[in-house]
């Protein structure tokens, strides 16, 4: 094993000045951490209006989503999510670690105790006879490592920093909870809605179907437009039916995510009653300090960082005080002679050789460094595409929802003239049947956009970091964020 030209002198440099100050003080050694740096965009990409303080992310979710029935599963699911409930048992695990971390730099105190017997028989010329003996050992030992090189304070650095990263885990687990639940019910809404739609569509096609048969029973129409009756209304029923089969599988898919197993879901608003907030961005910068992945990702270069200093650390010797002190007692026949030791040493313990394991140790954590600070850059692209992508969304599905409306006005008002002309003999069943075929798709491409536009607020709060300020007792336990909404609600009741 060779040993760096730098890490020579900085081990010279500490040597030189040991004494017993700096055996508690140390020299720490290792990189310090120093955030990257990331150039940012002034603007968000698709943003219509300049960056202000104020975002949306900073409101809690139920003051983003109004519905009392959505606000009640995400309640819900803040107390019983089990996938939130690991993030939280992982917080407590990573906080135990550091526990385990700063326990080395502390004295180490342990005992051993021992006592045993044994009976001889001795045979000799004038008879036999036996001898029993017994003996007793009490040890009492310490020891304490300084942390002179700084690797504890390295390990325990990292350990908070994973304490950290989790809980911004926890939080990311949090908005992507409330997130896909609000997203669900949405969806949930919306097949609602194209069921009702798909009602309306098999009555009008069974009125249709009987208005052709009775035509066609008076000789006044041909048995084709009764066919072509008859399998546009067979089509809404099957709708009708894989319809249903989605509104089943979508609430069961609600129950898991507020843990519970499958049931019917309460509704509260129509998709067609639902309101979406206003949507200011904040600045780009903003966004670093709001996003959890963005912040898990933070802590992860820390903690990288720190891991490397444990490794610098090794290199060097480690330095501890031990002592111990014991006695020992033996009885033999009537007489118990007994006596004490005890022993204080300070040591100094370096490797020499260790095949190159030290030094690939280093490389390795040097490596893991590289790809934290990759992912870093990664995530960053990634919440600025996220951001953008639902910015786009909600804009272009505003300007597609005005001609849907308008195009489900001009159809219905088409459907209503053919039925008018075919009464009167002035048009074919064609007519009537290609009206009423071109209205309820068009009605569908509308709900569908209307629950897009819902889903589009969703993906730029969860883009955006949303409900980052939420307070430290929200953070620390799932359940006070649903007691806050209760108060809230109480309040405004």
Request: charged content about 20%; hydrophobic content about 45%.
């Amino acid at each position: 094993m060779s040993v760096s030209p730098a890490l020579a002198r900085v081990a010279l440099r500490c040597l030189a000045t040991i004494a017993p100050g700096v055996l508690i003080a140390g020299c720490i050694v290792g990189p310090i951490f120093k955030k990257p740096e990331v150039k940012l965009p002034d603007s968000f990409r698709s943003q219509l209006s300049a960056s202000e303080a104020k975002s949306l992310a900073d409101l809690p979710w139920w003051s983003v989503f109004n519905d009392k029935a959505l606000q009640a599963l995400i309640t819900d699911a803040l107390a019983n999510n089990y996938d939130l409930q690991v993030a939280v048992a992982r917080i407590e695990q990573a906080r135990a670690v550091i526990g385990v971390a700063e326990s080395e730099g502390k004295p180490q105190v342990g005992y051993g105790i021992s006592a045993e017997g044994d009976r001889s028989t001795i045979v000799s010329r004038g008879g036999a006879g036996s001898v029993t003996s017994g003996s007793f050992t009490g040890l009492l030992n310490a020891s304490w490592e300084f942390d002179v090189w700084g690797r504890i304070r390295h390990a325990t650095e990292a350990a908070r920093a994973n304490l950290l990263a989790q809980e911004d885990v926890r939080r990311g687990v949090i908005l992507t909870l409330v997130s896909d639940l609000a997203a669900d019910y949405f969806r949930l809404l919306e097949l609602d809605r194209e069921l009702a739609i798909a009602e309306e569509s098999a009555s009008v096609y069974k009125k249709t179907l009987d208005l052709f048969t009775v035509r066609f029973d008076a000789g006044r129409d041909s048995k084709l437009a009764v066919e072509r009756a008859q399998a546009a209304y067979d089509s809404s029923t099957a709708d009708i039916q894989d319809l249903k089969r989605q509104i089943a599988q979508q609430e069961n898919a609600i129950s898991t995510l507020v843990g519970g197993y499958p049931k019917a879901i309460e509704r509260g608003q129509m998709l067609t009653e639902q309101t979406t907030p206003e949507t200011p961005l904040g600045s780009t910068t903003a966004l670093l300090q709001r996003r959890p992945d963005i912040l898990e990702a933070e802590q992860n270069m820390i903690s990288a960082n720190a891991e490397i200093g444990v490794a610098v650390a090794d290199f060097f010797p480690k330095v501890g005080l031990s002592a111990f002190v014991g006695g020992q007692g033996i009885a033999v026949a009537d007489g118990l002679p007994t006596f004490g030791v005890w022993n204080l040493a300070l040591s100094a313990a370096g490797p020499i050789l260790s095949g190159g394991r030290l030094e690939a140790i280093y490389h390795q954590r040097q490596a893991y460094w590289d790809e934290t600070v990759a992912e870093y850059k990664q995530k960053v692209l990634v919440a600025f595409r996220e951001t953008s992508d639902a910015l786009v969304a909600g804009q272009t599905l505003a300007m597609r929802r005005a001609p849907l409306e308008s195009q489900i006005r001009a159809l219905q008002s088409s459907s209503d003239l053919a039925l008018l002309r075919y009464g009167s003999g002035r048009a074919s069943y064609f007519e009537v049947l290609e009206a009423q075929q071109q209205l309820f798709p068009a009605e569908d491409a509308l709900a569908q956009t209307q629950r897009d536009q819902l889903i589009s607020v969703v993906n730029l709060y969860k883009a955006l970091g949303g409900g980052w300020n939420a307070t430290v007792a929200e953070q620390a336990s799932p359940a006070a964020a649903a007691a806050r909404f209760q108060e809230s609600a109480g309040a405004g009741g």
